[in-house]
Each structure stands twice: as C-alpha cells, then as structure tokens.
C-alpha cells in the first residue's frame, strides 16, 4: 500500500487549541491501551519536520500496534477528525442545527414526540433567526411527518400541514432563489479573476454587461434572502469600483457599514466581515483617503481568526492594501522591509491562498524594488508572475508585470533584450485582445529609444510619449492602469534626470 502523509499534514495544520483539545480527548479514554498508543503515534509525527514513516518504525517496532501501521494511522486520522467536528460544532450554526435535527429524529424514532417537538421548536427558531434555508427545508419535512404520525385532530392536522408545506414552498423558493444569485456571483467572480480588476475600454465592459443587466441585479427586491442580497450588494458595488465610479462604491459601502447592515441582515462570519472592510479599503485607497484606508486596515488586523485558510485570507487582504498604499505614498522601502515576512506569511499559507492573490503581492513588491532603483530584485519577483505559463489569471496585472519587465530591463541597461521583449509583449497581448492603444504607444516608444544614443533625441522621445499619455489619459478610462502603473512619473523622472523616488515624492508633496 502507498504511503501517504495525509495524517502529517493533518497534525501540522492543527492549532494549539486544537491540539490541546484533541490530547484532552484522548486522555479521558487513558485507561484504553490503545488509545495510549495513538497518542504517542501523534506526539511522534508532531515533533517530525518531515514525515519519516521508517523512523516511527523503528521507535516502536517492538510494540504490537506498529504492525499495523496503516490501520493505526487511518484510525487516528478519523479520530482527530472527529475531535475537530466536535470542538468547531459549538461556534458553527449549521452543524448545530443538523445536530439537533439528529436528535428530534432519533427522540421521533423512540417515541418519545414531546421532547423532539421541543428540539424542532428551538431549531426553528435558530433557522429563521440565522435564515438557514437547508435546515428550514428539512425543518419543514420533519414537521410534516410529525404531524401526520402525532396529530389526532382532524383540524389541528389540516392548520399543521397547511402551515409546514407553507414553510417548505417558502424555504424552497429562497433556496431556488439563492441559486440563481450564486450562479451570477460565480461568473462575475470567475470574470474578475480571470480578465482582472481594471477596465481599460469600453469593451471591457461589455464583458459584464449579462450580468449586470440581470433583473436580480437590478432590482434589490428580488433578493428574498440574506445571502442573495449579500450577492447582490457585492456585485452592484464591487462593479461601481471596476468601471472607475469609486465615489459612488464609497457612499454605498460606507452606509451599508455605518448603518449596521450586517447586524440587520443577519450575524456573519468574521472573515466576511474582512473581505468587506478590505473591499472599502481599496475604494479609499483609489479616492486618496490615505488615514480612512490604514485605519480599516487596522480593523482587519484586529480579528483573530481561527482556520488556516481564513488566516491565509486576512494575511493576503491586509498586506495586498497595505503595499498598494505605501507604493502610491512613494514609501517603497516600508514594502521591501515587510519582504521576509511576507515569505513567511506565503509559506504558512501556500496552499489557500489563491494564487490571483499572489500575483498581486508579487506586483507590488517588484513595483517596489522599482521604485527604490533596484532593478535585479525588481525583475526577480516579476519573473515569479512571467515564468508561471499555467496561469491564465489576473490577466491585468499579468499585462502590468510585462510592460514593467519592459522598462526596469531598460533601465537595467538590457537593450539587446528589449528587442525581443517588445515582440513578445505585441504577440502576447494581441493573441489576447488586450494590446490597448496605451501598450502600442509604450512599444512604439522602446522601438525608437532602444536605436537613438544621442542624449538630446533620447529627452525629446520620452517627452513626445509623455505628451501622448496625458492626452490619452484624460480622453479615456485607461486612467485606470495608474492605479498600478506610475509611467508619468517614470518618464518625468528620464526627462528630468532625477530618481522615480524623487518624482513621485515631489508629487505627494504638492498635492
């Protein structure tokens, strides 16, 4: 039989509340032999930086249990499973309720009806207060045949019945209803991460114009449950953002946390309420509300999240603003210091974190060695965007990470390279419908500088495509790739022969 480390990897992920709660478990059985032994099975794997099946062997071989090794190991696997389904149940809505539905129908099996009418009182209640619609569902058909095996009046079996198959019509319509909000949710998600955050034309829009032109989305009415109109404010909002109208996505956000919504709508989860407050905090970071963004930012931090991947999440979403904030705010060096943590962070949490979220980590800190003049370092963390040829997302920052792989190897004297590039870069992105009148204005520009030496015509190139973008860029939502692309300000700091730093620090000073 194939080893597998599954049990490794499980121990490795577990916290130490996890891991007290399991040994606790375990303890409380003391006087099973056999129970001893797995204890010591997982304080072993506990202690392995690797997983090492011939030295847990070798430590035991002359107890019975090692012998079967594979049996030992898949029972402790189950086992610590177990252990985590109960210690989560208790802060989990949905796992209670399927518990307490096991018990009504367990008490409903023995006979024992009042006391299972009672559970279903209580679980009803949580399910309309939580509005979980599987439980109301299942809620609504546990009703219906308590009501046909206990009911003995004729007219009180009729208003029961009537009432039930009322609640399973409507429980069914917002499941139905959910549904359908989910199905736009995921095409508009797997929009996002595919073609990016920015749109560039108009053309770009119409990408999103099936969903947007969905009556679900237009009319917040139809949203007939909390999650439905959770979708429903995230896709209206988060497109208000996509198309560059940010006062409106900041008006709409900010009512929707000052008047309590959430708490109106229903509780939820604290990584939902991260994802909101980073959502704003890109908004404020686009308006320039430096103060409002780092103190969201501070929010965020604030929450103690307990799984892996909401952690990976939190870490992504805090560290993705907080570098965009400082890279506008010229503090490149604030983003290179935070670098080694960031490792840390990306090894803690490599296998949730979703790899859209990366490449724009990865991004902000090649823009960073940019902005400090390290060129070397620049170009190592673009090629870790360039070199993945499996991933087709982010297409935006993808398109980014090439033109600004276009100019720190510029900078970095690379001209013979540059030739090459600006053929690849015009293939790539017409293969993809995505060589905007902007990218043709850059390579046209690194065709000519890459064959003039003389000092005077190298000034007088980057001022004609200097003059070209602030025209362009007035005229045309492409003002959007300034959200990630300071180009202005590197080619003023060319014609004015000072650093970017420079440049782009004079700016914040006089604005």
Request: glycine share 2%; net charge positive; with cysteine.
């Amino acid at each position: 039989m194939k080893t597998t480390n599954d049990l490794f990897v499980l121990i490795k992920s577990l916290s130490k509340s996890e891991k007290r709660y399991f040994r606790l478990s375990i303890l409380k059985k003391s006087n099973e032999q056999d129970h001893q032994n797995y204890l010591k099975l997982f304080d072993t794997i506990e202690r392995q930086s690797y997983y090492d099946e011939a030295e847990i062997i070798s430590k035991f071989e002359n107890q019975k249990f090692i012998k079967h090794i594979s049996s030992e190991k898949n029972y402790l696997y189950q086992y610590i499973l177990k252990t985590l389904h109960r210690y989560h149940s208790k802060s989990n809505n949905e796992v209670i309720m399927n518990n307490s539905l096991h018990y009504a129908e367990i008490l409903f099996q023995k006979g024992l009806f009042d006391q299972s009418k009672k559970i279903i009182r209580k679980s009803k209640k949580i399910a309309l207060e939580n509005d979980l619609i599987l439980q109301s569902v299942n809620i609504s058909k546990f009703n219906i045949s308590f009501s046909l095996q206990n009911e003995k009046k004729a007219k009180a079996l009729e208003r029961e019945l009537s009432e039930a198959i009322s609640n399973f019509k409507l429980a069914l319509e917002k499941l139905q209803n959910q549904f359908e909000y989910y199905e736009l949710y995921v095409d508009f998600l797997t929009l996002i991460r595919t073609e990016g955050e920015i749109f560039r034309t108009k053309r770009d829009l119409k990408k999103f114009k099936r969903i947007m032109n969905n009556q679900l989305i237009i009319d917040e009415t139809r949203a007939i449950s909390q999650e439905a109109k959770k979708i429903f404010f995230f896709i209206n909002q988060t497109y208000s953002f996509l198309k560059g109208d940010f006062d409106t996505a900041y008006l709409h956000y900010k009512k929707f946390l000052e008047d309590d919504y959430i708490d109106r709508a229903g509780r939820i989860e604290d990584i939902e309420k991260v994802r909101l407050l980073s959502n704003f905090c890109e908004i404020c970071i686009r308006l320039n509300k430096t103060n409002e963004a780092l103190s969201i930012l501070e929010d965020i931090q604030k929450f103690s999240l307990k799984s892996v991947l909401n952690k990976g999440k939190q870490f992504y979403r805090y560290y993705d603003n907080l570098f965009v904030i400082y890279n506008k705010q010229a503090q490149f060096e604030k983003v290179i210091k935070l670098t080694k943590e960031i490792d840390s962070g990306i090894e803690l949490y490599k296998d949730t974190i979703h790899k859209s979220k990366l490449i724009s980590i990865y991004y902000q800190i090649a823009y960073s060695y940019f902005g400090i003049g390290d060129y070397k370092q620049s170009i190592k963390w673009l090629n870790l965007i360039l070199n993945d040829s499996s991933s087709n997302l982010r297409k935006d920052i993808i398109c980014f990470s090439r033109i600004l792989f276009l100019i720190v190897n510029y900078e970095n004297n690379n001209l013979l390279f540059i030739e090459y590039l600006i053929k690849s870069n015009e293939y790539y992105f017409s293969s993809r419908n995505k060589l905007y009148d902007f990218e043709k204005k850059i390579f046209t520009f690194f065709k000519k500088i890459t064959t003039v030496s003389d000092e005077k015509k190298i000034i007088l190139l980057f001022t004609e495509l200097l003059n070209i973008l602030q025209k362009k860029s007035r005229q045309s939502i492409e003002i959007n790739i300034y959200a990630y692309l300071d180009i202005e300000s590197w080619i003023e700091s060319k014609i004015q022969k000072k650093q970017f730093i420079e440049v782009v620090k004079s700016k914040k000073i006089t604005h």
